[in-house]
């Protein structure tokens, strides 16, 4: 099996009030930390998954812009699909500073052929720190997300779920801090370890 890891930053981080990618959390910008993170995974492949290639953005990682019409984090999960040659595509959000390489190459080490990992936070699905097959029905179930009225990448995933494509693991009590998301700057100063 073969992994692409994608980090997704099109956010448009309304209440932090600044682009979340670019924050400092101990002097490093949190999407360096998380682009260091996917990069002890080893993968085939490392892009950057946003609305419009950040300034920010490595010249050697390629930047996959998200599928139109833009409908949130599907929009660049659609458009990660469809360009992978790899397995499996490991999506993860640059929002997620406590995030641990330990923690995802587990997950990783739970992927089978033709099935993917979900990680399961209480009675909420992680599909931002996710790994997804490839696979024509994954792709096809994307595109037809993007096409209908439900954005939600809840739904995109429970369709997955039912399709025997997904794997769901529930979070122990410790990995659910791995999975803190910080969207104000109040819950930025809580993940300083």
Not at 3 to 22: N, P, Q, Y
Not at 62 to 80: K, M, N, Q, W
Request: glycine fraction near 6%; charged fraction near 20%.
């Amino acid at each position: 099996m073969t992994l692409t890891c994608a980090l997704f930053a099109g956010g448009e981080s309304c209440r932090m009030g600044a682009d979340k990618a670019t924050l400092q959390l101990v002097g490093e910008p949190l999407w360096a930390r998380q682009i260091k993170i996917l990069r002890e995974l080893e993968p085939v492949a490392l892009w950057v998954s946003a609305r419009t290639p950040p300034v920010w953005c490595p010249l050697e990682i390629e930047v996959i812009t998200d599928e139109p019409p833009s409908r949130g984090p599907l929009s660049g999960l659609c458009a990660a699909l469809k360009k992978m040659r790899t397995t499996h595509l490991l999506a993860l959000a640059v929002d997620l500073p406590r995030m641990e390489a330990g923690h995802l190459k587990n997950l990783w080490s739970r992927a089978r052929k033709n099935c993917g990992v979900l990680p399961v936070n209480g009675d909420y699905v992680e599909p931002l720190c996710a790994i997804y097959p490839d696979g024509e029905f994954v792709v096809e179930a994307a595109r037809r997300a993007l096409a209908g009225n439900n954005f939600s990448l809840q739904h995109f995933t429970q369709v997955l779920i039912e399709a025997k494509l997904m794997e769901v693991v529930h979070l122990s009590e410790t990995d659910r801090g791995s999975y803190l998301n910080v969207n104000t700057p109040e819950e930025l100063a809580r993940a300083v370890p």
